[in-house]
């Protein structure tokens, strides 16, 4: 098992960082203030949010050809921190 370092600042043209918002069903999650790739080589694989006050883990996992973002049932101010990762680049967190 390879421990990865969580990236916090953006590098590169590509975006990664998480962008969250609130909406009705609770927060959505888009990779990038200009979306992700999603293309066959080089895609976001996951999205994963934790939380503070119930020490919880959410996490969806995406395909190529998927929108980068995902919804989850978590009140915003809840959140701990987000996490995604990129097939090539690695592993960012907010
Ligand atoms: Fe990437």
């Known amino acids: 098992m390879e421990l990865k370092d969580e990236k916090r600042e953006e590098e590169g043209t590509e975006k990664h960082l998480p962008v969250v918002e609130s909406t009705e069903e609770g927060i959505k999650v888009t990779v990038g203030s200009v979306p992700h790739p999603m293309e066959d080589k080089h895609y976001i694989e996951w999205v994963e949010v934790i939380t ?3 020490e919880r883990t959410y996490k969806t996992f995406l395909s190529p050809g998927d929108t980068p ?3 989850f049932p978590v009140n915003e101010k809840d959140v701990l921190f987000v996490r995604t990762y990129c097939n090539i680049h690695g592993l960012w967190k907010y």
Do not use: G, H, N, S
């Open 52 to 54: 503070r006050k119930t």
């Open 69 to 71: 973002e995902a919804v």
